[in-house]
């Protein structure tokens, strides 16, 4: 009996003598699955123009894999692994299809991104579309990728280092899948713990004694007790900034002018307050007064270091900075950085085994106005103080930046196409969903490319899009039940 499919497959000519191989001898090899017992395949030998015919007979219901090795004389003729247009972690299998069905769809597939159409249908369509099927499930990986979603993750959020955008991602991640999301008591704490210790009161407990699948609330990393309270495979993720720019973020939204005496004072009117301090660091920071309440979310020094578990009393101390930012490399799969976040957003995609769906994302806004210039006059000197003022942020971040380069660097240019296609889709995504209401069509359709498979957007999700901690409280409140 004939089956319907065929594969392609190059195999090269290696010269035993030469012990390389020969440039330019290639053969083009059709494999035909003919019955139970039997197959029959043919070698063509492009550069001399003849031909080898190989029976070869299998005893197996299905063949699964082929290397099929020939030598006679000097020649040894071998199949080197199929070459694949994916990414380095999802690898997509192909079933039923010709190789002519195959070249359309990465043809179409090149295309997505180009424009966006709206068709008769009411929905969206980005690129060349004509033949994406409409009833696209977004909550279902495609059923022929073989690796599965990484389900267990920690996000440590790192105060003001864009980790309330990772955030939602992951809230939205852990509600796709129905997981265990670790909540406070109350949607109004914005906590679980404190200052590194999280009591049995600090969260809601799930059923049955079961683990925690997510975490992405604010808690200062306590490598012991996360591993109490996450499930055993838990992957841990976490996002830093430059630091500089991390102070000043911190300053406007947390006004920390008001913290230190005289400060405000000494600022004058329309500058930044930040730039005031960046001047005598040394002397403002013995000023800084503790607010009364929730003193998790202040911090002027080493911020990033301490929401990771650096204690205060180490700020100073070399070697243990640099056995604490080498505990941080150990325990945490994927550090992102916020100025490559789609660059860092892929990676953690092809580490988790997720999907564009997965790490679609949009800024949040802030509502807090500056009243000073938005970009205040920092001078190399006062940059210098700061960071000198600030050793563990700066080689906290330096580490994972160049590392993050490196990785990049190595992904060549097949990252940089995946990162630039998933920068045009992210940004049609972001679009769509904030049109307005009544001009935003049905639903928006992503067609497959070689970096993922086709997906939908629609009013629902674009709904839960950029939302809040508190949205998403009572939402995944449903997995406790």
Known sequence: ?????????????????????????????????????????????????????????????????????????????????????????????TKNITAKSNEKNMTNSTEVGKRSSQSDDGHVYLGSSSNISKSISNNKLPSNVICKPHLNVAFMKVHKCGSTTLSNVIYRFGY????????????????????????????????????????????MYNRTRFHQLMAPDTRYVTILREPLRRLQSAFKYFHLQRRFPGLKEQTRHGTSPVVTYLTRPQYWDPLYRQPIGNKEHYCFRNCMARDLGLKEKDYDNHTAVQEFVQGIENDFTTVLILEYLSESLVLLKRRMC??????????????????????????????????????????LYTRFKESLQRQIKEGGAKFRKEVKH????????????????????????????????????????????????????????????
Not at 33 to 43: A, K, R, T
Not at 434 to 455: D, I, L, Y
């Open 1 to 93: 009996m004939w089956a319907n499919r065929f594969e392609l497959f190059d195999v090269q000519i290696f010269n035993n003598r030469g012990g390389g191989c020969m440039k330019g001898h290639f053969f083009r090899v059709e494999l035909i699955q003919i019955n139970i017992c039997q197959l029959e395949f043919c070698m063509m030998q492009l550069s001399r123009g003849n031909a080898v015919f190989i029976p070869v007979f299998a005893l197996g219901a299905a063949l699964l894999h082929i290397h099929v090795k020939f030598q006679r004389n000097d020649w040894v003729v071998s199949r080197p692994p199929p070459k694949r247009n994916v990414s380095l972690t999802t690898m997509m299998t």
């Open 354 to 395: 997720w999907t564009f769906h997965d790490i679609l994302y949009t800024y949040g806004r802030s509502s807090r106005k500056q009243r000073y210039k938005r970009n205040p006059p920092i001078t190399g000197a006062m940059k210098d103080r700061f960071y000198n003022r600030n050793y563990a942020d700066v080689l």
């Open 422 to 481: 998933f920068k045009r889709v992210n940004k049609h995504v972001g679009r769509y969903c904030n049109s307005k209401k009544k001009k935003r069509p049905g639903k928006m359709v992503v067609p497959k490319s070689r970096w993922n498979g086709a997906f939908s957007v629609d009013r629902p999700f674009c709904g839960r899009y950029g939302k809040s901690r508190k949205y998403w409280h009572q939402r995944l409140q449903s997995a406790y039940h």
């Open 176 to 219: 796709k899948y129905k997981l265990i999301v670790a909540l406070p008591p109350t949607r109004d704490r914005s906590t679980i713990g404190s200052l590194g210790t999280i009591k049995d009161s600090d969260y809601k407990h799930p059923p049955g004694g079961k683990l925690w699948n997510i975490f992405a609330h604010h808690a």
